[in-house]
């Protein structure tokens, strides 16, 4: 097993950890649906509520964040519409997906390394993945629930889709 193999798979997969986020900002948004597989709530995750004995929520905001690092951190305000909680909603998608995505092709080391060991390689790659991917569907199921609470608030004020309400989303 060679320090030049090694090397290999780290620059791979900070290669494909650096590009994970202009490609998932890039994937168009109509592909990812909260409400069909993989992104629905599976029965076993009791809407979202198996995540609280996991304590997410202690975590989840001290992990690193890719949108964080460059910017584009995106924060729900007071007074926020249902449309833009949507929005978020299928950026959770997104970031499910791109996690998926890198621990599938962080695979790829065992046939740089070629070794028994490039397996620990592969395991601590897909569980600080899998980290990420528990946090989207820890999110998730709280925002559809705040997009019902505003659906139905926008209703009771005429102004569906957020219109004639002061909306805002902060970037």
Not at 10 to 18: K, P, Q, T, V
Not at 42 to 68: A, F, Q, V
Not at 80 to 100: D, G, N, P, R, Y
């Amino acid at each position: 097993m060679s320090a030049s193999k090694w090397f290999s798979c780290l620059l791979y997969l900070g290669f494909i950890a650096i590009a994970a986020q202009p490609v998932g900002a890039i994937l168009p948004r109509t592909m990812f649906r909260a409400d069909r597989f993989p992104y629905r709530l599976m029965g076993w995750e009791r809407d979202g509520r198996i995540y609280d004995k996991l304590r997410i929520r202690n975590w989840k905001d001290k992990m690193p964040d890719m949108s964080r690092i460059i910017g584009l951190k995106k924060r729900i305000l007071p007074n926020v519409c249902e449309s833009q909680v949507l929005l978020l909603i299928k950026e959770t998608c997104v970031a499910e997906f791109v996690h998926l995505a890198l621990i599938f092709l962080g695979l790829h080391c065992v046939s740089i390394i070629e070794s028994a060991f490039a397996i620990v390689v592969c395991g601590l790659w897909g569980v600080g993945n899998l980290v990420f991917v528990l946090i989207q569907r820890y999110n998730r199921p709280i925002l559809i629930r705040l997009a019902a609470k505003l659906h139905d608030r926008e209703l009771a004020c005429g102004a569906v889709g957020g219109a004639d309400l002061d909306c805002n989303l902060q970037a």
